[in-house]
């Protein structure tokens, strides 16, 4: 193949460019060129994309003697389970509402009966939505108290993590800002447990909400504060990097574990590819939600470790216990093209790399 002169120009400078003798064959890039290496790496194990991708279960209704029991089952999940689901979800939202109303707006001069009467219904509201798709969920561990200085960690993935550990202990959550019905459930109802909400496209919102956390953990009576450090769902098989926001409020980081059964129902929520509303649509129409929640011992940063070390050892706390593999990847990546910068690095390595192969 001939190279293409005028690309590599770019990179190098016109006097440490030599006229080659010969043609430069393929084979001989691939060996001599590490980017072409990785590149070709990626394509046959792409570890990224492997991360946010659904993997549908392997089908089984394949023979005459199976299909008639899946068309049971179809007619089962969606005929007689769904309609239950959606009458429990409702009768909860009316409990909910006709309850949380009047305790929101009636009781503004008595802060700390109605704070604690908030978060009952907070939780009482997360268990019909456990219970609307058949929730089976152990928790193993200590539950969760009100202390100041602490802060709890969670891999993520689907933003019913926040449901399932909201039944159990009404925490106050980051996350980012949703629109529609999600968005204005997080702008009336979860703001009153003293949930922080971002937009990530906001780069003024870092700094706001940084202040918001270290304001939020010095408070005695305020709800543990929850936060989802991976800052985007991942299936459930792999943890991506970990922000290092949580580690540096100086405070202890309390790991939490939550790993889902996938023999009913894959609760992973690729947010590109389908709605909240059809999100939940598909896990009320599942057999159940299997899952298992671990409250893992509280860490503190040891002397001498930075905030992006004591990240990577409660990642692997985490990773460990919910039996998920690590990946050195930046979830935000999902979101955005890598850096002009690291474009250009990998540019001038690669042409450095053709130009000494044809200096020998």
């Excluded at 929101?104 to 908030?118: A, I, W, Y």
């Excluded at 790991?255 to 590109?272: E, L, M, Q, T």
């Excluded at 990642?315 to 250009?344: C, Q």
Aim: net charge positive.
């Amino acid at each position: 193949m001939d190279l293409d002169r005028p690309n590599i120009e770019e990179y190098l400078t016109t006097d440490s460019i030599h006229k080659p003798h010969e043609k430069l064959l393929l084979r001989d890039l691939l060996d001599i060129s590490p980017t072409l290496t990785e590149a070709a790496g990626a394509i046959i194990d792409d570890s990224f994309t492997r991360c946010f991708k659904s993997n549908p279960p392997e089908p089984w209704n394949w023979n005459v003697y199976l299909f008639p029991l899946w068309c049971f089952g179809v007619v089962v999940r969606y005929g007689i389970l769904f309609p239950v689901r959606v009458l429990v979800l409702t009768v909860g939202w009316i409990i909910f509402l006709s309850s949380f109303i009047p305790v929101h707006f009636l009781l503004k001069g008595n802060d700390k009966c109605r704070r604690k009467l908030e978060r009952y219904l907070v939780e009482l509201i997360c268990s019909f939505f456990v219970a609307s798709w058949t929730g089976v969920v152990k928790y193993h561990g200590p539950r969760p108290s009100i202390r100041p200085k602490q802060v709890f960690v969670a891999n993520h993935t689907s933003m019913i993590d926040f449901i399932v550990l909201e039944q159990m202990t009404a925490f106050a959550v980051i996350m980012q800002k949703h629109p529609g019905w999600v968005g204005l459930l997080q702008s009336t109802i979860l703001e009153s447990v003293g949930c922080i909400w971002f937009n990530r496209s906001e780069a003024k919102d870092r700094e706001i909400v940084a202040r918001k956390l270290r304001e939020h953990v010095q408070g005695a009576d305020n709800n543990p504060l929850l936060i989802f450090p991976e800052g985007t769902c991942v299936n459930n098989h792999y943890t991506v990097m970990f922000k290092k926001g949580a580690f540096e409020l100086g405070c202890t980081v309390c790991p939490i574990a939550i790993k889902y059964n996938k023999i009913f129902v894959d609760a992973f929520w690729n947010s590109r590819q389908q709605s909240f509303t059809m999100h939940l649509l598909r896990l009320m129409t599942s057999w159940a939600v299997v899952c298992d929640v671990w409250y893992l011992e509280p860490q503190n940063l040891k002397p001498g470790e930075t905030a992006i070390e004591f990240a990577e050892r409660v990642r692997d706390i985490i990773s460990v216990r919910a039996g998920l593999k690590k990946v050195p990847w930046d979830g935000y990546l999902k979101y955005s093209r890598p850096s002009p910068k690291h474009t250009e690095q990998k540019q001038q390595i690669f042409a450095e790399s053709v130009l000494r192969r044809l200096e020998e």
